[in-house]
Nanobody, 120 residues
Framework: QVQLVESGGGLVQPGGSLRLSCAASGSIFSINTMAWYRQAPGKQRELVAAITRIGSTNYADSVKARFTISRDNAKNTMYLQMDSLNAEDTAVYYC??????????????WGQGTQVTVSS
């Protein structure tokens, strides 16, 4: 079994910051790319940021220079530092990871999501 558990969401005022975490647990042999997605009400899920095992990153244009993705391979954990938040960032944020369990091939896993609400 593999689990991805997000934490760190909540309510924040415009201009504020939040830090999301995603911890992977279970019988994990290797984690490849990890990513954050988000889905706002009435919209499709979209990629926010992704990071490879060696630390290469890419970001959606809407969050560049405001969000920073990072990971700690020793802890199987990924982070998303979100600064200068605005109302358009309000969404459920999902953790995604490509994980290889012992004796199997890589598979795509999702977390349950954490709500981020930006409002005054």
């Amino acid at each position: 079994q593999v689990q991805l558990v997000e934490s760190g969401g909540g309510l924040v005022q415009p201009g504020g910051s939040l830090r999301l975490s995603c911890a992977a647990s279970g019988s994990i042999f290797s984690i490849n790319t990890m990513a954050w997605y988000r889905q706002a009400p009435g919209k499709q899920r979209e990629l926010v940021a992704a990071i490879t095992r060696i630390g290469s990153t890419n970001y959606a244009d809407s969050v560049k220079a405001r969000f920073t993705i990072s990971r700690d391979n020793a802890k199987n954990t990924m982070y998303l530092q979100m600064d200068s938040l605005n109302a358009e960032d309000t969404a459920v944020y999902y953790c995604n990871a490509v994980i290889q369990r012992y004796g199997t091939s890589y598979r795509n896993y999702w977390g349950q999501g954490t709500q981020v609400t930006v409002s005054s």
